[in-house]
């Protein structure tokens, strides 16, 4: 007690001024974080050469600007597109236009359809993979050909109507050229895909496409379309074997277009083959003039250079088919043969008679 009462003052004060500069260190702490976070979050004033140029942009999209975009690419894919068909098929620059073509669907977002998708720009989309197609078929390029056909499906299955929503506006178009806005070449590429089965043998996939378009033709059938019919009746002829009616609608003039000729080349290479085949088992062997004919080849030449590819045999004449190549006789040898057995049978008829 005494001691609180001689150095009372001294501790108070004491105490206070521990308690005074704690808080004025608070308060200095206080101020150096508070500044050095202001120096931090201060901008930094970027010279002349740092300053970044701000583009300001519209909320809104420019309607014509957008327009004027598409109708620029729509216009340069017609552009190209008549290039092509001013071009020949087998030149240089139709594969460069196919693809520059094509670049053009993909930025336009027009490689499948979709119901947003105008009816002019499926008008273009179609009629450039159909070009695509006619032009691998004259290239004979049958796997670019079934590429486009595969991609032109889509396209296909659409209703007429969504082609020709356009034609409002001219009233001045045929009934042909909206029937061709609807259907486009739909029947030609598709008849010159039953022809590509055809010369693979894929007879099945022939008739399950056969059936699926009978079954989505109208009521007068497909007995109209001359190029479905063509591959039919093709069909129909290998089936019964009638190669000569065959041989016949390829070279005469019911083929309906050329790119139907390139195929037919094809099939007339499946035909002889086939027929081929079937002299080895039929016959033991044939004269050079008989087998031209039945192979359909323009020379006693060609038949000869067609036997040795096969493997035949050609002596004296005749063309001998595997199976006799072991025992090759000339004509004569036959006959002499032939007369030999002549000759033992009536003896043996002579010595019956002698017995009865």
Known sequence: MGFLSRYGASWRYFVVSILSFGRFSEVRQDQS??????IQEAPVKPSIQDKPIIIV????????????????SESDLSHILKQLSSLPHNSPQTASLLSKAKLTLLHLDALIPTPQTPSSLLLLARRTLETGALISI?????EAFTRYYQQL???????????????HHHSHS????????????????????????????????FHTLL????????????DGDVFIRYPVMLEQWLMEGAYDRVWGALKGKGVPSEEFAVFSEVLVVTIRSEIASCSEKAYPSLPIPNAKNLLFLDSEGSVISFAQERGWVVKDGRIYFPQQGQDVRTEKEILVASGQVIENTIGYARELETIV
């Open 33 to 38: 974080f508070q500044r050095s976070r202001v």
């Open 57 to 72: 942009a519209s909320s809104t999209p420019n309607p014509s600007s957008t327009t004027t975009t598409k109708m620029a």
């Open 138 to 142: 004259r290239n004979q390029n049958p």
């Open 153 to 167: 499906q889509p396209f296909y299955e659409l209703p007429a109507s969504s082609y020709t929503s356009h034609s």
């Open 174 to 205: 045929s009934s042909h050229n909206k029937h061709e806005d609807g259907v486009g070449q739909r029947s030609k590429v598709t008849g010159l895909y039953l022809l590509l089965l055809l010369t693979k043998g894929d007879y099945a996939g």
């Open 211 to 222: 059936e699926g378009l009978e079954v989505q033709a109208s009521a007068d059938g497909l």
